[in-house]
């Protein structure tokens, strides 16, 4: 197979944990040429550990075989590394959020546009199996007409580690601008929820950074008890309407105790989904007939009828029994890359490139989960509601498959 030459930027934790093993060994039409970073130390150790050339950033731009350059860096540094490469002409795969705030997102949608390259962004989970697969059910009308969609993920982040950070490979990004709980979790549920609804229209919220001062609590850490500012927004309680009528709550904090709800509800049902950070996640349907009963059949008896109609009154009015109640089940899951896939949009973009088509993490999904959290910060200082000025198409699914680990890539060859 022809492959799409590739230079990673940022050679840390997710570079070393995930992405590496997945681009070098999951995905075939990828190929890694080189890597770099700062911190010459990180960038040599993927270098030595999977074979590929260390660089330095400006020599990643100006190779003239890599043709994607893989922005791994923390979020800070996404706008500086994305806007370089797209102006030295490569595509760029940029891992979550595209940007720190809404302004520099539309800047680095206008220099992907003015230098007529590609540009996709992270979260790519969507493009996984339990997410693709639940896409299907509602396409398919599991539940009817979807009505409304609530995703809630609260956690409990503070500096309580003794090497909080103290080291770059302590550096806690999601309590840092730019990596904020909403922008660091919050972007797998809205990716999700654009993937199965397509665009929001408009959004109100609550909240904010509700306590931008905090100590450092852990007595062997060198700073104990000095303060520092947390320097994004860490909680976050909005109302959402899509363009196509569904009605939602987006409920993100870092302030509180470990939760986490996501569902739709239907006129015929409910559909509760799994983790959006996750690849393999159960789903399950509940509505009525989901698990009827089976009768066994006796030779020489007499079958019962599973097609009765409901006790009714002498009226012929008040019903007395409910024929088929509400049930719950888990849905089999249709889509392959249900192990850890991260990479998975950066294959699918390499594929986008050879086939002419758009790929399925293009940057306006991106560009408008940005502006929803943009939105709702807004929402919370103003009082009032946020129209969105961004519209995205729902990306194109994934067509189902029961193909090997190895074989599942040919469903992104489209």
């Not at 590496?20 to 130390?41: P, Q, R, T, W, Y």
């Not at 000095?226 to 302030?255: M, Y």
């Not at 249900?338 to 949009?345: A, K, L, M």
């Not at 950066?346 to 399925?360: E, H, T």
Request: glycine share 8%; with cysteine.
């Amino acid at each position: 197979m022809e492959k799409i030459k590739v230079g990673v930027i940022g050679c840390g934790g997710i570079c070393r944990g995930t992405y590496m093993k997945n681009m070098m060994h999951k995905f075939s039409v990828i190929e890694v040429v080189g890597c770099a970073d700062l911190i010459d130390s990180r960038a040599q150790y993927i270098a030595e550990k999977y074979g590929v050339k260390k660089m330095t950033n400006e020599e990643i731009y100006n190779d003239p075989e890599i043709q994607v350059v893989v922005n791994l860096t923390y979020p800070e540094s996404h706008f500086e590394v994305s806007s370089q490469a797209m102006k030295h002409g490569k595509h760029v795969y940029c891992e979550k959020m595209m940007a720190p705030t809404f302004e520099e997102a539309k800047e680095l949608a206008r220099l992907a546009e003015e230098n007529d390259v590609s540009f996709t962004t992270a979260p790519d989970t969507f493009l996984g199996a339990w997410e693709q697969s639940a896409r299907k059910y509602l396409d398919d009308g599991i539940i009817g007409k979807p009505v409304t969609i609530h995703a809630q993920c609260t956690s409990h982040y503070e500096p309580e580690s003794p090497f909080f950070d103290t080291a770059p490979k302590h550096f806690f990004f999601p309590l840092h601008y730019g990596g904020g709980f909403p922008f660091d979790l919050g972007g797998y549920y809205i990716h999700q929820m654009i993937n199965m609804f397509g665009s929001i229209k408009r959004v109100t919220g609550f909240g904010g950074n509700l306590n931008p001062k905090r100590q450092y609590t852990n007595p062997k850490h060198p700073k104990y008890k000095e303060e520092f500012i947390v320097d994004t927004p860490t909680t976050l309680l909005a109302a959402l309407e899509f363009e196509n009528g569904v009605l939602g709550t987006f409920h993100i904090t870092s302030d509180s105790s470990s939760t986490h709800q996501f569902v739709v509800t239907g006129t015929d049902g409910v559909l509760n989904l799994g983790d959006p950070n996750s690849f393999s996640s159960a789903i399950s349907v509940k509505r009525r007939g989901a698990a009827p009963e089976h009768e066994k059949i006796v030779p020489g008896a007499t079958p019962k009828s599973n097609d009765a109609a409901p006790i009714v009154g002498e009226d012929d009015n008040q019903v007395l029994g409910e024929a088929c109640p509400a049930q719950e089940v888990q849905l089999p899951i249709l889509h392959g890359y249900s192990s850890s896939s991260r990479g998975i949009g950066l294959a699918d973009m390499c594929y986008a490139l050879k086939n002419g088509r758009r790929p399925r993490c293009h940057y306006d999904i991106g560009l408008h989960a940005i502006e929803v959290i943009h939105g709702i910060q807004e929402s919370c200082k103003s009082g009032k509601i946020y129209e969105m000025t961004t519209r995205c198409p729902r990306p194109k699914a994934i067509r189902t498959s029961a193909l090997s680990l190895t074989g599942q890539e040919a469903t992104l060859d489209d």
